[in-house]
Structures are given as C-alpha cells and as structure tokens.
C-alpha cells in the first residue's frame, strides 16, 4: 500500500517562529509537491522538486523555503511563519511513469 | 491567472440520482486531466484520469468526459451514494510536465 505521510495532522505556533513540515513517500517517486489548500483557491503549488536537491518554485512560493536531501523526504520550511500562512498543507509525490499523485493526509497549520 | 476553473463551488444531489461535476481549463497544452475526491482533515484520493487522445473513460459508476475543443471536462457519477459527498477537484499538467494545476473544488452534498 501506498504511503505519503506527513509528520503533523495539527500545529499550531506563533508569528515569527521557523516552521518545518515533514513529508516521506515510500514509492521511490522521483517527484514530489508542496500544496497549500484554502477555501475558495483550491489546492495552490508551493514548491515542487523533480529529484534529490532539485528544486523549483510552484505559483505562491513566497515566504517558504524547501529542503530535499533525500529522495524520499521533502522538507517545507516557513522561514518566518504569518498569520496568512494558517492552511492546509498538502505533500503529494508521484513517479515519472505515472501521473497520478498521491497525497498525504495534509497538515493543519494554524499561526496565531 | 486560474488555468483550471470549476465554476461551481456547491452541488446538491438525490441520492440514486446522477451528479455532474464540471471543469474548464484555459492552458491549450495541458494533455492529462485527473479527479479527486477530498474528504475533511484528510489528502485527496485520486479518483480516474483521462489523456487527451480519449474522450471518454470509465470506472466503475465514474465516468470522465473530455470535450477538447470547448476546453470542457466533467465528472459523472451515478448511481450517487451518500459516500460520494466531499470536495472534488480536478486537476490537469501538459506535456510529460508533471506539475498538477488544480481547480479550486466543488462540494458535492449528496441528500438521502
């Protein structure tokens, strides 16, 4: 069975912390995706990373960063977290023979 | 810039009856299209694909339809069951590019 899981279900930290986000796949999928999902927008694309230290900016990556030392660990970091960035954080990853993603159980930040 | 739009944010549904979801895209190179369905607090499920050189695919009581020229997707399910209520969202990507662009979801309420 397939597995994208994320470290957190629930957060909550206060403006100004550094954030970090965990995301592991165990598919050996080269690709992997940092979603934030708010009402009304859908699911935006952070960052995205093709392979190990790969990385390339989605359509909202201000104010995040990310980290992808190994294949299966995709890292999201809120370098100085706002109260704009309480959401639904969403890592996906699939491989290049397959486009069907698979997302992970999604991570409620709350900035307070 | 939304590339992908579904214009209805809510639809409500008899149970046992069919429920249409709909979803237009504006990116003329986008070639894969995909649905899933989302339930509260957890990662979207996929659900069933479609490749441009098709205009139809089937699964089970889902049924995706692609209309190419109009830009014009949509999601079929019948008979509905009380388990389909959630956020659908569709997504597509061009070209063996693998980044997903997703719409903003429509909250299917199927009514017993």
């Known amino acids: 069975d397939v597995k994208v899981t994320q470290s957190s279900r629930y957060l909550v930290k206060r403006t100004g912390e550094k954030v970090f986000l965990e995301c592991v796949q165990d598919?050996?999928?080269?690709?992997m995706f940092w979603y934030r999902q708010d009402p009304g927008l859908g699911l935006r694309l952070i960052y995205f990373?093709?392979?190990?230290?790969?990385?390339e900016k989605g359509d909202i990556p201000e104010g995040y960063s990310v980290s992808r030392e190994k294949k299966e660990r995709f890292s999201l970091i809120l370098e100085s977290a706002s109260t704009n960035q309480t959401s639904m954080y969403l890592c996906?990853?699939?491989?290049?023979?397959?486009?069907?993603?698979?997302f992970g159980q999604g991570t409620r930040l709350t900035v307070v | 810039d939304q590339q992908v739009k579904q214009n209805s944010p809510s639809l409500s549904v008899q149970e046992g009856r069919i429920s249409i979801l709909n979803c237009d895209y504006t990116?003329?190179?986008?070639?894969?299209f995909l649905w899933y369905k989302k339930y509260p607090a957890e990662g979207p499920t996929f659900l069933i694909s479609?490749?441009?050189?098709?205009d139809k695919n089937e699964d089970g009581r889902f049924t995706v339809f692609l209309n190419k020229s109009a830009k014009h997707l949509s999601l079929h399910i019948v008979p509905s069951q009380p388990g389909d209520s959630a956020v659908y969202f569709c997504?597509?990507?061009?070209?063996?590019?693998?980044?997903?662009?997703f719409g903003t979801g429509t909250r299917l309420t199927i009514i017993p």
């Open positions: 990373s093709y392979d190990v230290k790969m990385k």
């Open positions: 996906a990853s699939f491989s290049t023979s397959n486009t069907e993603a698979f």
């Open positions: 990116n003329s190179m986008f070639d894969y």
């Open positions: 997504a597509a990507s061009a070209g063996g590019n693998e980044k997903l662009t």
């Open positions: 479609i490749s441009s050189i098709k």
């Open positions: 598919m050996d999928h080269e690709n």
